[in-house]
């Protein structure tokens, strides 16, 4: 396994490999975790977005820290960790150790999401924001110059397998029109073939998929039929 990487190599590792598709690991399959990480590092995935849910801030509980340790110590790609919880300003230490590169908060889970933001970057880790689909944008641009990335929810978080909202698309255009090009936006939530070229062509630079990636057994494939809908235009 190979050196795991500051967070400027992490930005730019993203950065380069976009627009790239983060496979979201909440539908893989955990009784296999060594044999699932090593499928999606040869199918060419650029990083693994791991969805932790408390059962509070959103209706499902999935798992947390010891998984992301779990993840950890199976692979050096970037873990992209997706915090769905209440009161995140409590764990932001404990799931950067637990080998973090990537950390989104939820803007509807804090009063001021700055500070967090702040402390992530403070920590070595990339600071991310998310806000889901019924959230006014309004809610996250006083916070945009602590954002490394900004996670553009385009379902209501809680499961995978639900239908792309389009309202996603107007928060990505407008957003990609606002910020600093170096900003990463990721759309997160019923992407899939159908939705893939409007999020690229929105300004979306990361993908996270999950049912369009579990749904079959082979990953090379599935990745690479999802990515014949990007093109590698590059910035938009
Ligand atoms: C939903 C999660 C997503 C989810 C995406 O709350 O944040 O990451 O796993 O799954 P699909 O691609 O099935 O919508
Ligand atoms: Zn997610």
């Known amino acids: ?100 590169d990537m950390v989104s908060i939820h803007v509807e889970a804090v009063s001021d999401a700055r500070p967090l933001l702040r402390k992530l970057r403070d920590l070595g880790c990339l600071a991310s924001l998310a806000f889901n689909p019924e959230t006014p944008l309004e809610k996250v641009e006083n916070c945009l110059e602590d954002c490394d990335a900004v996670l553009i929810m385009s379902v209501n978080p809680g499961f995978g397998g639900q239908e792309f909202q389009p309202v996603a698309l107007e928060k990505l255009r407008h957003l990609r029109q606002k910020l600093d090009e170096n900003v990463l936006l990721e759309v997160d939530g019923g992407v899939n073939e159908h939705t893939i070229g409007d999020c690229q062509a929105a300004g979306a630079d990361l993908f996270v998929v999950g049912s369009g990636i579990f749904s079959g057994e082979d990953y090379s494939a599935r990745l690479e039929h999802l990515n014949r809908y990007l093109t590698e235009a590059g910035r938009h």
């Open 1 to 100: 396994m190979g050196e795991l990487m500051s967070r400027t190599q992490v930005l730019a590792q993203l950065r380069g490999a976009s627009p790239a598709i983060l496979p979201s690991m909440l539908q893989c399959d955990f009784g296999n975790l060594r044999a699932e990480v090593s499928a999606l590092e040869q199918a060419g995935a650029v990083a693994l977005h791991l969805d932790v849910m408390d059962g509070h801030f959103v209706p499902n509980l999935t798992y947390g820290l010891t998984l992301v340790k779990a993840f950890r110590s199976l692979t050096t790609l970037p873990l992209d960790v997706h915090l769905m919880i209440s009161n995140p300003e409590d764990y932001l230490e404990q799931y950067v150790a637990a080998g973090a």
